[in-house]
Structure formats: structure tokens, C-alpha cells
């Protein structure tokens, strides 16, 4: 029976777990929280709090490395770096990274062949997590994610928690991808393994964030909130390093290479399907 390993079980990785679990595949990973495990073995997975350096399950087939890197380096690769040196028969190792590496293309394109030239930290930090992953192993895959969303973390949230801006800045551009779309790429990746490889991993139309929430205000029925010129907009540091690179991923490599038919191919589809799955509440404002 083949088993993967999760360095790290977060949205992304679960949604590649719970996927392969319906297989017949084992599933085992590491989490940072008793409580998080104790939900996560009733999903069916051999969840771990690691409290040191950690060895991998004999059994492990497959790894995924979804744990994003910090001042310091990766953590998953402090975690477990040298026991996955030495584990005879890992068959894919996949590292989730960013499309951050690219830093700021003014609103161009991106693809895989691209030079990497992180703008600030965070890219660099996964640019360094990236070559460190290549360097321990060289058949490792490497998957460059563009913003996330899914069930609980989308456009539709945030106008739900009355927490949405519609910021001007003009040609500020952003690629996205849906949870479920990404444990496609992933699952597709290990039944076709190329080692070494590096994805894009994007959905169709890159958009602006201000023309996103406003077709999830357009789904819920609600009007959008006012555009705001970005100088006088209220961000946290991390939102703020989002709007500071603006470009277009494309993302042939993963249709090519891998057979992908993207479930969500643009934020519409996307934002469509999670308001099906949990439509507003009559009596909930929105």
C-alpha cells in the first residue's frame, strides 16, 4: 500500500490526504497541536506532534512538504532533512512553494522558465527553502502556488465578515488557485513523476483583487464596499508585501506535463462552487 507523509497537514496538504485516503492509500503527517491530531486521526491519518527531529514512517512511499519557511529556513527540513537523507524508497517528494519567487513583473508573465528574483523576504525565504529542498534531494518537484482559496478562505469570507476592501491600485494584478484544484496538480504529479520538475501552479485568469470582491459581493447579493486608493487603505504587513508585486502566472506546464483540466479554471468558478457548498443564511447579514 503506498503511504504519503505530510510534513505539515494544513488546507493544502489535506486536500491531497483525504483524496489519496479515498484510494486506499495510508496517510501519516505531522501537526503542531494534540488537539489537531486527535481530529485528524479520526479523519483516518497517523497524525504526529514531533517535539524534536523526526523520522519518517518506515512505509513512507511519498512525501509533501507544505510547511512555509521563515527567518531561519525550513522547517520542515529541520524537522526531518536528515532522516529523509537516509529513507530508502521515496518514490515523489513534492515542496509546496510560492509564485512570490518571481517578485514584481509589473503585470507581466510568468512562466516555469522565468528567472527568479524575489522582491522581499518572503520570496527570498522560499526561493532559499526551494534550493534547499533541490540540494537534499534532486528529484524533488516543486510546485510554485498562487494565492490560495477554498471552503472558509475565500473572497465570499471575507465580504461575509464584513472585513473586504476594494483596493485602487492601478495595475496590481494577482493569480489565484482553489484548494481542491491544487490536490489535483499534486495527485496528478505523483502518477506522472518527472524528478526535478517545478510547477506553476495558477489557475487561467490572473485578476485584480478589486474586481474579485466585487463578484463576490455580486454572488451574495450585497454591494461592494468603495474603492479605496491603496495609500489610505488599513493592511496588515503581510497584505501589503501582496500588493507589492504585481504579475500574470501562466500555467501550460501543468496541462502539458501533467493532463490537468483545472475543476475551477478562473475565480468565478471558484466562488460559484464554494457559495453552492454553503449558501448565505437568510437571516445572517452577509
Not at 38 to 62: F, Q, S
Not at 93 to 100: D, K, Q, R
Not at 175 to 198: E, F, M, Q, Y
Not at 264 to 277: I, S
Amino acid at each position: 500500500m503506498p503511504k504519503l507523509c505530510c510534513l505539515g497537514l494544513g488546507v493544502t496538504a489535506l486536500a491531497l490526504a483525504d483524496r489519496l485516503l479515498r484510494d486506499g492509500w495510508s496517510v501519516a503527517g505531522t501537526c503542531r497541536s494534540e488537539t489537531k491530531a486527535a481530529d485528524l486521526r479520526k479523519r483516518g491519518i497517523e497524525a504526529i506532534v514531533p517535539a524534536g527531529p523526526w523520522a519518517l514512517p518506515d512505509a513512507t512511499t511519498h512525501l509533501l512538504s507544505s510547511i512555509p519557511p521563515d527567518e531561519s529556513g525550513d522547517p520542515g527540513l529541520a524537522l526531518a532533512g536528515s532522516a529523509i537523507a537516509a529513507h530508502p524508497g521515496l518514490s515523489w517528494i513534492g515542496y509546496l512553494s510560492a509564485t512570490s519567487v518571481y517578485g514584481d513583473q509589473q503585470g507581466g508573465w510568468v512562466n516555469e522558465a522565468t528567472p527568479a528574483t524575489p522582491s522581499g523576504p518572503r520570496g527570498q525565504q522560499r526561493l532559499n527553502a526551494e534550493r534547499a529542498w533541490q540540494a537534499l534531494s534532486p528529484s524533488a518537484h516543486i510546485f510554485r502556488l498562487a494565492g490560495l482559496y477554498g471552503a472558509g478562505r475565500s473572497a465570499l469570507d471575507t465580504v461575509r465578515a464584513g472585513r473586504a476592501q476594494r483596493i485602487d491600485k492601478p495595475g496590481i494584478v494577482f493569480s489565484r488557485i482553489h484548494t481542491d484544484d491544487v490536490a489535483t496538480i499534486l495527485a496528478a504529479s505523483i502518477a506522472r513523476p518527472n524528478p526535478g520538475a517545478i510547477y506553476n501552479v495558477a489557475d487561467d485568469e490572473p485578476a485584480g483583487p478589486a474586481e474579485v470582491i466585487e463578484y463576490a459581493c455580486r454572488l451574495l447579493k450585497v454591494e461592494p464596499p468603495p474603492l479605496i486608493p491603496f495609500d489610505q487603505a488599513t493592511l496588515s504587513p503581510m497584505a501589503q508585501s501582496f500588493y507589492a508585486d504585481s504579475k500574470r502566472v501562466a500555467n501550460q506546464r501543468i496541462k502539458d506535463q501533467l493532463g490537468v483540466s483545472l475543476a475551477y479554471p478562473t475565480y468565478r468558478e471558484g466562488l460559484r462552487a464554494l457559495l453552492d457548498k454553503c449558501p448565505p443564511h437568510p437571516a445572517s447579514p452577509p
